[in-house]
């Protein structure tokens, strides 16, 4: 699996420990933020740039990173078909992969250590959507996710 990575210039350090643990692990990264902490991207610009990839089809996951993880998750949800959530614990990190079928992990270097960054982007691609839910659940998630879908077509012109 292809994951991009970006961050802005105070998320440079988590961006990195998370991008080496997860290649790591075998996944291809593709770097579309900060490439030091001395380049002062900003997080808007992080962030688009990691929709755009995701977007574009170059990668099916993204993590993008800044102080807090808010600011870039705000953008990125400004992107059709990214579904970006800031997490500040490796319990939710699971969970929006399994749950809610986010493509998009956020996360904040001012509240994430690099060790817990490292296991929640682990445990986060690690996950698939449903799985192992009982086929009522799984239905339930499916017909929310449509429905997403359907407020995202209906509001996005």
Known sequence: MKVAIASDFSGYRLKEAVKDHIRSLGY?????GAKSEE???LYFDASANLAKCIQDG???RGI?????GA???MI??????????ACESVYTAEKISLINNANV???GEKVVSHAMGAEMAERWLAGQWCQDFEPQRKANNEKGYARLKEIENENYK
Do not use: H, Q
Request: proline share 0%; glycine share 10%; hydrophobic share 45%.
């Open 76 to 85: 990125a949800n400004k992107f059709k078909g990214i579904y970006a959530v």
């Open 105 to 107: 992990l956020a996360m």
């Open 64 to 68: 993008v990173i800044c102080g807090t």
């Open 71 to 73: 600011g870039v998750s």
């Open 58 to 60: 170059e990668a099916e």
């Open 28 to 32: 291809e990264v593709l770097d579309r």
């Open 39 to 41: 380049e002062r991207t």
